[in-house]
């Protein structure tokens, strides 16, 4: 009979970076910063071999197998169309027990079932932040959507905390959803302001365009979180239906894809304050059908 030896330290876990991307040099940079051991990180390009070396210079760079083969729990950060096939690839090393982790927000726990069948255990973590594999990435915080199963809950919350993240559960059905919310708010805002800063910069607000833009977008962004479809002001919600026609006019001259975007955003913004309550039918029918109507346009076609 052999007894374990009391308060032996079990052996921390090792881990393993494939992809030297935006995300994956800040994991390894964290896990090193937060002393856990990682035995390696692969690159191929020389951006990703640049971006090991600048954030994580401590950490080997490897091939993606040795990398695989080392690690007890081993995070893939790789585009995801290249997911599944990384994961098919070094699913010849990986063994029963170890832990594999990506980092995609669409895919759930299914885009590693190479891994799963050889015994591995599968976790889905999604850094919900944009990242851009530098230096600025590491102080920051986020929500880490995470998908697995109950086996791999804590270890999944531990390994989002050590990330610097707050862990949130996703079900694997809906990270699609997920994912999608995330594009939406976060990818589209990119453009919607860089719409609207190209619109100031066309008459002539140069670099004052972010001094208006920023504090109006910084509290609107606010309020739209604490309150929800409540934070809108402006002429929708006021039912002001000859500005919003002055607008549709205005943008006739401008790109089709700002006036397009525009008219599509301001029905969905009527739609939203119909449902509320605070436009009545008639007025939200009217503004419908004024952002629907040709624009006249005044001046020449950009
Ligand atoms: N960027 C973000 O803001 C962000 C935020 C949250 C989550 N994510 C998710 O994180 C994952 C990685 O995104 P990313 O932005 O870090 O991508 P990225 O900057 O394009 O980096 C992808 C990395 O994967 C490597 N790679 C590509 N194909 C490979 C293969 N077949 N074998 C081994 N390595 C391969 C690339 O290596 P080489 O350059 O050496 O070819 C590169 O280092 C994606 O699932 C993405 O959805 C991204």
Redesign the pocket.
Known sequence: MTHPRPHAPARPHAYGV?????????VAARLHAAGRPVVGI????????L?ARTLVPEVPVRP?ADVAADCDVLV?????D??V??CE?LSTVLRPGQVVV??????GLDALSAATRVGARAVAL????????SAVDLGRGCAMGLTAADTERALAEDLAAVLGGTPVWIDDADRVRY?AALSHGANHLVTLVAQARDLLQGIGAGAEAATILRPLLEAALDNALDLGDAALTGPIARGDVTTVRAHVDALATEPSSTRDAYVAMAHATTERAAADGRLDPATAAVLDAALDERPRVSGPVR
Do not use: K, W
């Open positions: 494939v992809g030297a991307g935006r995300v994956g040099s800040v692969s690159a191929r390009s020389q951006a990703s071999l971006r993606a893939l950060a790789v585009p995801d290249a997911l096939a990384v690839e990506h980092t995609s927000g669409r895919h999604h850094p919900a932040m944009t990242f851009t594999g994912h």
